[in-house]
């Protein structure tokens, strides 16, 4: 259903990644950073120039580096989908920045804070969101800081619990950032586990995974999570992830530890065993009964889903096995909706530029509902404060099946 996760070896020959750039310049209309500013040096050909500079500097220009163009990337592996050269675009740009020093920009280095000392920690998250929604309810001291307020989710925080059985055969990743915002997603996800068959379970000493960590090229932080998950979750038959980024960075495990001999292995085998919600749930779709629903609905493909994964139409096909709903297309699908880690805190302004046009495209058709599958797209959609719906897909479709 998805590419198959990246295995262990040698490290990468970085100059021989390069080189498959041809240079062909196919990839820039499906750059959302080059279609804004046109700008070549914000497209992936460009920015692969640059990377060539960080990976493989000539002799005295280390310093040189123009860094912009690779903090601006989303990271949304789109320009990948279309390159017919195989780019490993995503694997250059983790390494790229991970070689980078810490950014001067205040407000880069503010995010890359909260990246490291919140995020991952969900009581930490929600004690942040609180404040933030205080903020967005009071006097706003400054047009920056508003700005920052617009992208963070309007949700109403919860206590993060990770309720759920502690044994089965499918472990479920609970993620940071959706017990506290959207908490209906975990027992959707055992629900459906459940309905077709399975036994799920929650593992309880479960962390952050390490994706947000590797976004910012926080290296070190990232595989430090990374075994932290592998101990957690290793003895799991299989490992189900409902959400596109965290299951994207899971599966891309082989290419983190590749030069680590002690986690090389375990790291490649949990990532074998890993895998979306939505492509586990598709492959077993014909044992899910979903009742009926006579809405129009839009699924929005998550970039960790559609291009980090390869994953195409592994939701509209879950979404087709419901009797009466009508699923509707989207003009420019594939295109990022904005969020892209932490990217929209970081770009405020771009950022929500880059939402309202997504919500122009996704709602051109009238749906009535907006679905998908991570939960970075659906708090940053909902985040806009549209009349219209953003639901998780485990949520909409668990909503459809009997109790099990
Ligand atoms: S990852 Fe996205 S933003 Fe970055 S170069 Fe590729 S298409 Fe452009
Ligand atoms: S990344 Fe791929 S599509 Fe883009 S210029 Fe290079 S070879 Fe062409």
């Given at each position: 259903m998805n590419a198959p996760p990246q295995h262990q070896g040698a490290a990468p020959d970085w100059d021989q990644l390069l080189r498959t750039c041809i240079h062909c310049g196919l990839c820039l209309n499906d750059c959302p950073t080059y279609r804004t500013t046109g700008d070549e040096a914000e497209s992936p050909r460009g920015r692969l120039m640059i990377l060539r500079e960080i990976l493989d500097p000539l002799p005295g220009m280390e310093d040189e580096v123009e860094r912009g163009p690779i903090d601006r990337c989303m990271g949304c592996r789109a320009c990948e989908s279309v390159c017919p050269s195989g780019v490993s675009y995503g694997r250059l740009l983790e390494e790229g920045r991970s070689r980078?020093?810490?950014?001067?920009?205040r407000n880069q280095r503010i995010v890359r804070l909260i990246s490291r000392y919140?995020?991952?920690h969900r009581r930490r998250l929600m004690l942040m969101a609180w404040l933030g929604r205080l903020a967005q309810l009071s006097r706003i001291p400054s047009a920056s800081f508003a700005r920052l307020l617009e992208t963070m989710p309007r949700r109403r925080p919860c206590w993060p619990r990770l309720s759920?059985?502690?044994?089965?055969k499918v472990a479920v990743l609970a993620g940071c950032v959706q017990p506290v915002f959207t908490p209906g997603v975990l027992p959707a996800t055992l629900k459906l586990i459940r309905a077709v068959g399975e036994q799920p379970f929650v593992p309880e000493h479960q962390g952050c995974c390490g994706a947000l960590a590797s976004h910012v090229g926080d290296r070190e932080r990232a595989r430090a999570m990374g075994r932290a998950f592998i101990e957690c979750f290793e003895p799991a038959e299989s490992i189900v992830i409902p959400s596109a980024g965290c299951s994207a960075h899971v599966r891309s495990f082989g290419e983190l530890f590749a030069d680590d001999p002690e986690y090389a292995g375990r790291a490649a085998a949990v990532a074998e065993r890993a895998q979306d919600l939505v492509v586990w749930l598709a492959e077993r779709a014909d044992r899910l009964q979903l009742r009926p629903d006579p809405r129009r609905v839009v699924f929005q493909r998550p970039c960790h889903l559609r291009?980090?994964?390869?994953?195409?139409g592994a939701a509209e096909g879950l979404l087709a096995r419901v009797g009466g709903v009508e699923v509707l297309q989207s003009p420019r699908?594939?295109?990022?909706?904005?969020?892209?880690g932490t990217w929209s805190m970081q770009y405020p302004e771009m950022a929500s530029r880059r939402r309202d046009e997504k919500l122009a495209d996704l709602l051109v058709h009238g749906p009535e509902l907006i679905l998908t599958a991570n939960p970075g797209c659906e708090l940053f959609l909902d985040g806009a404060g549209g009349e219209i719906e953003v639901q998780h897909l485990a949520e909409y479709l668990a909503g459809r099946i009997d109790e099990v």
């Open positions: 980078l020093d810490e950014p001067e920009e919140v995020l991952p759920g059985p502690r044994h089965g291009h980090a994964q390869q994953v195409d699908a594939d295109l990022c909706c904005g969020s892209a």
